[in-house]
């Protein structure tokens, strides 16, 4: 069974610029996270879905950040405006309701 | 808000030497569950163990952990460190098996011959 996919694995940006993150989830798995870590630090939830609808994005700054799952499968996290501060891993993760969460390998995105 | 503390960022051990990662937390919802996820280096972070019961051991590929409601800890221990065991170890707590996950700062364990 392939694991969660996700591309790109590097990201390098000037600030202002935008960048656009893909995953892949696990086969079946209906739910699917989106987290934030900077250098040093564990993961911080961003947003999670369950199917297509978004559950929590109240991490998630809005006006810069953007997330979508449209047909409940695949995702597609957005950076409009980077910033140095965004410079962090993104990691994807997937899973079945009620059971355990499987994490991708994680873009490194780093802003200059 | 829930939060998870590791106190530890870098544990240093000879091989052979016992393990023990601590791992505390604060949450008002009685019902948590919490994780130790591993991370090897060009490896996605991957899950240890679980548990939300309280008192009862839980082990997995020769480590294990006890949930102690009573002092919010779930320390990660192992009678004897390899080499194969240095990487990145997350604490991380959730409301729910299946809720978002709140995790710790991670401790590194580097194990040394």
């Known amino acids: 069974e392939a694991g969660v996919t996700q591309s790109p694995r590097y990201a390098v940006l000037q600030e202002g610029q935008a960048v656009s993150f893909w995953c892949d989830p696990i086969?079946?798995?209906?739910?699917l996270y989106w987290y934030q870590q900077p250098r040093d630090q564990g993961p911080q939830l961003l947003v999670y879905?369950?199917?297509?609808?978004?559950?929590?994005n109240s991490q998630l700054p809005s006006d810069r950040f953007s997330a979508v799952r449209p047909k409940g499968t695949n995702s597609t996290l957005k950076i409009q405006s980077a910033k140095q501060g965004d410079t962090a891993t993104y990691l994807c993760?997937?899973?079945?309701?009620?059971?355990?969460?499987?994490f991708g390998p994680g873009t490194r995105l780093l802003v200059l | 808000g829930d939060s998870v503390t590791q106190k530890e960022g870098l544990v240093t051990l000879t091989e052979g030497l016992p393990v023990m990662l601590n791992c505390t937390y604060q949450?008002?919802?009685?019902?948590?569950?919490l994780f130790w996820y591993v991370h090897y280096l060009n490896e996605s972070p991957r899950l240890l163990l679980k548990?939300?019961?309280?008192?009862k051991r839980t082990e997995h590929q020769g480590f294990h952990a006890t949930l102690h409601k009573s002092s919010s800890s779930f320390h990660l221990q192992k009678s004897s460190a390899q080499l194969s065991d240095s990487a990145l170890y997350y604490c991380?707590?959730?409301?729910?098996?299946?809720?978002?996950?709140?995790f710790g700062k991670g401790t590194k364990l580097s194990v040394k011959s």
């Open positions: 993760a997937s899973s079945l309701t009620e059971d355990t969460q499987y």
């Open positions: 086969s079946g798995h209906d739910t």
């Open positions: 879905f369950r199917d297509e609808a978004v559950i929590d």
């Open positions: 949450t008002i919802y009685s019902n948590a569950f």
């Open positions: 548990s939300s019961t309280d008192n």
């Open positions: 991380a707590l959730s409301r729910g098996s299946n809720a978002k996950l709140t």
